[in-house]
């Protein structure tokens, strides 16, 4: 969780405000300040962070800090900052972030990659989205997934559709899977291994991928096989 703490000073050893302690960039001053002005919004609700790294310690209890950094994203010059922030929106069951992650998943306005980082907005948002797990909006990740142009992140979302266990998300997984040419195949591989009511039809083709030249659809064949064969002995 954010820390409380006021006698707890985690700033020592750190460089200083203006060259940043992620990028080793340096920071103009517009970001500098919203830096500032976020943290300050931030500890006015009674916690005490030092530095904007710290916010990805949010845990559900900290929810109330979830607008104020919402209000800070795609306001940097570099989006680096944009992109943290994104990342530490995702807390398990903060449900209340999922549509406003998926309008960012969507959002082809923002620039689709940080001069600084190699992670984009897209990948950001989905990453949050596979740690928040809402089981709310499983149609929306597999438009997400088919839309063509938005394949950065994609692959999270495919492992956030083998976390709910419905023959539709099954179905669509299989589908992926079956076609080796779909550069998700290896994902939909792996995210089917959760699914041990259908084990048995799936052993087939995993026995096949098992010998697969592509070394990732192999490994992936290979661990969801193992998964597949001992729910079977079960």
């Not at 500098?32 to 904007?52: P, R």
């Not at 990948?123 to 142009?149: C, H, M, S, V």
């Not at 709910?164 to 089917?192: G, H, P, R, W």
Request: proline share 3%; with cysteine; aromatic share 12%.
């Amino acid at each position: 969780m954010l820390n409380k703490d006021r006698t707890l000073d985690r700033s020592q050893g750190m460089v200083p405000v203006k060259f940043d302690t992620i990028t080793r960039f340096e920071r103009n001053p517009k970001d500098i300040q919203l830096i500032d002005d976020l943290l300050a919004e931030v500890n006015e609700q009674g916690y005490y962070v030092q530095y904007y790294w710290f916010l990805k310690e949010m845990e559900l209890c900290d929810r109330c800090v979830y607008p104020i950094i919402k209000k800070y994203i795609g306001r940097f010059e570099d989006e680096i900052y944009s992109v943290e922030l994104i990342s530490a929106l995702g807390v398990p069951q903060m449900y209340e972030a999922t549509e406003y992650l998926l309008d960012l998943y969507r959002n082809d306005r923002l620039r689709e990659y940080s001069s600084t980082s190699p992670c984009s907005i897209r990948w950001a948002a989905a990453n949050a989205l596979f740690r928040i797990k809402d089981p709310n909006f499983q149609e929306e990740y597999r438009e997400l997934i088919k839309t063509p142009g938005m394949s950065d992140g994609a692959w999270l979302l495919i492992g956030l559709l083998g976390k709910f266990k419905t023959q539709k998300n099954y179905d669509f997984l299989m589908e992926i899977a079956q076609d080796e040419s779909n550069v998700y195949c290896n994902f939909a591989i792996k995210a089917l291994g959760g699914f041990k009511d259908q084990a048995e039809e799936m052993i087939p083709l995993l026995e096949k991928y098992a010998k697969n030249d592509d070394y990732n659809i192999r490994h992936c064949a290979m661990g969801t096989l193992k998964k597949m064969k001992k729910y079977i002995v079960k």
